[in-house]
């Protein structure tokens, strides 16, 4: 699975947009981008996930370059309730052999009222 | 629908103890995952659970280990406790085949004195 490489922490105005880079240069062509996030004292949860098209949920927009080497989570409307550990993880969906995701250290989004 | 769910929240052992973490799955879920987090640091993959077998385990020595029950349910056992095993342990379950969507537990707490 690729490396990925994420600030270590970001501050973001409450009800602004927070824009979350990751760095995977070494991205294969069928791995999957991946954001989880994790609020104190809770297990991580599921934000959105894609290849190469930009995804849009009811949580967040993911943004994928052209290359595919780096990609931008946006909270478009971040609340206080948005501060939290964000993971982005590189790999390739149903990767046999290893069902699994590797969560790096990730960025702590701090959300200033 | 309920989560998934762990038991202890906490758990207080002793170094050379062992210690027993319970998960229940997602009602539906066949796989389920446990990951250790030691403070300030990120997630690091422990075992994987799918229909009752082991199918992937990571860098951890053979006195972590665990099983999956025929109703999906799974524990993690750690014996002979050390210092270092102190962590969040979490656990999280998804359906065979999408693995990109974890549900994670909010974990236990285990302190090892």
């Known amino acids: 699975d690729a490396k990925t490489t994420q600030p270590t922490s970001m501050d973001c105005a409450e009800g602004r947009a927070a824009n979350l880079p990751c760095n995977h240069s070494t991205i294969s062509g069928n791995e999957y981008v991946y954001w989880y996030r994790q609020i104190h004292s809770q297990g991580p949860q599921y934000i959105i996930h894609g290849l190469k098209n930009n995804e849009t949920n009811e949580m967040a927009s993911l943004i994928i370059t052209e290359d595919r080497k780096s990609s931008t989570l946006i909270l478009p409307h971040a609340t206080l309730r948005d501060t939290a550990v964000y993971y982005c993880?590189?790999?390739?969906?149903?990767?046999?052999?290893?069902?699994?995701?590797?969560f790096g250290t990730g960025t702590r989004l701090t959300v200033i009222p | 629908e309920a989560g998934v769910t762990q038991s202890p929240t906490h758990l207080i052992k002793t170094r050379g103890q062992q210690a027993t973490l319970r998960c229940s799955p997602i009602?539906?879920?066949?796989?389920v995952y446990w990951y250790q987090q030691a403070l300030g640091l990120g997630l690091q993959f422990l075992l994987w659970?799918?229909?009752?077998?082991?199918?992937n385990r990571g860098n951890f020595p053979p006195r972590f280990s665990g099983r999956q029950f025929p109703n999906y349910s799974s524990e993690l056992n750690v014996n002979a406790l050390e210092l270092e095993d102190s962590a969040l342990y979490l656990c999280?379950?998804?359906?065979?085949?999408?693995?990109?969507?974890?549900?994670f537990g909010s974990g236990t707490q285990l302190s090892v004195l």
């Open positions: 999280a379950s998804s359906k065979t085949g999408e693995s990109e969507k974890l549900f």
């Open positions: 993880i590189v790999r390739v969906a149903f990767k046999a052999g290893a069902n699994n995701l590797f």
């Open positions: 009602s539906g879920h066949t796989s």
């Open positions: 659970y799918d229909e009752g077998e082991e199918r």
